[in-house]
């Protein structure tokens, strides 16, 4: 029993030794630094791919809320053009000679009911673009599974990199170091970042400040 | 004539996907659609009664739509319903799972509305033969 116990401590000791020794050859070679800026890149591409996911689903979103309102008002028009066209069928036989009579009022009636009699024309194309505008939101679902994947993936290398990372201290350094270069795209997390605008008002108020 | 007071339930864990297949059902006339965000939901959905037509994606999480599917099949109470995948699963594995697990239909995503409506009617014309 103690004979066993003895051997478990002495691999333990051994494992602990490996440990410290790849440990040392890592941050000899460098290797340590290369691997938290290699960490600290995956965390920010993490945020990324949050960030198109949540992007994307409020564009999808807001575009669907779009279309499900406009629909109904096309119905609207359709219908409303079309009970107004048989109205105008139904006025009285001399009306319309009446009517026929006075050529400038006669022309603009016949104008009236040629468009009221294209209207349901329209809106039924214009509701087929919209019911385009509407399954072209599947993008959404498709990317949103692909991006998923890529981040379940990235959590796996980002456990791999930790463990072989080991205790090493986050150098502080490395993970505030700021990007001074000009293109840095849409701000993905505007609490976590200093100096950046992202509203109007922001903009404006920054700019008036600086006298523009 | 096709019974336009079918009641549908759409099965699928994104919201826009499923809002998509509804307002597509709403223009061919099926207004009467409820939605299902996996296949256990689905299928609780379905035993407490009263659906005509299922909808459905095939990876979700908690049951995918191949097991919900395996499940209706398995189910006397449900065995008859139509249930058609609409899934981002291509490959002729998948085509062939779904087959033999009883799918009525399968469409890829992306899709075309013209698309779901030509598979639905062809299902819902089985349905009115075997009625």
């Given amino acids: ?212 | 004539m096709t019974d336009k007071n079918l009641r549908f339930l759409v099965v699928d864990d994104f919201s826009t996907m499923r809002r998509i297949i509804r307002n597509l059902l709403k223009e061919l006339g099926f207004n009467n659609v409820e939605e299902a965000e996996d296949g256990a939901m689905a299928l609780k959905k379905l035993r407490d009664g009263g659906f005509d037509f299922v909808v459905s994606d095939w990876n979700m999480p908690n049951m995918d739509g191949l097991t919900m599917l395996q499940n209706v099949r398995a189910d006397d109470a449900l065995k008859d319903i139509p249930v058609l995948m609409v899934t981002a699963e291509a490959k002729k594995e998948n085509i062939i799972a779904a087959a033999q697990a009883g799918a009525s239909g399968y469409i890829v995503k992306p899709f075309t509305a013209a698309t779901l409506d030509e598979k639905l009617n062809k299902i819902i014309q089985n349905m009115a033969v075997h009625a």
């Fill in chain 1, 1 to 212: 029993m103690n004979s066993s116990l003895d051997t478990n401590e002495k691999i333990v000791d051994h494992l602990k030794w490996v440990t410290r020794v790849l440990h040392s050859c890592l941050s000899e070679l460098g290797h340590d630094q290369r691997l938290q800026q290699a960490s600290h890149g995956i965390t920010n591409s993490k945020d990324e791919l949050n960030y198109i996911i949540s992007k994307t689903t409020q564009s999808a979103e807001s575009t669907l809320l779009a279309v499900e309102n406009a629909k109904p008002i096309l119905e609207n028009l359709s219908a409303n053009a079309e009970s107004l066209h048989n109205l105008w069928k139904q006025i009285p036989e001399e009306t319309v000679t009446t009517i026929a009579n006075e050529p400038v009022i006669h022309h603009a009636l016949k104008q009236t009911l040629d468009f009221l009699n294209e209207v349901p024309d329209q809106t039924a194309s214009t509701q087929i673009y919209l019911t385009e505008i509407l399954v072209a939101q599947n993008f959404h679902d498709l990317t949103g599974q692909v991006i998923q994947r890529i981040l379940q993936t990235i959590e796996t290398i980002e456990r791999e990199t930790q463990q072989l990372l080991g205790d090493t201290p986050a150098s502080k350094e490395m993970a505030a170091k700021p990007s001074n270069n000009l293109l840095n795209g849409p701000t993905i997390n505007p609490q976590k970042q200093e100096d950046v605008y992202v509203n109007q008002a922001q903009v404006d108020d920054l700019l008036a400040e600086l006298g523009f």
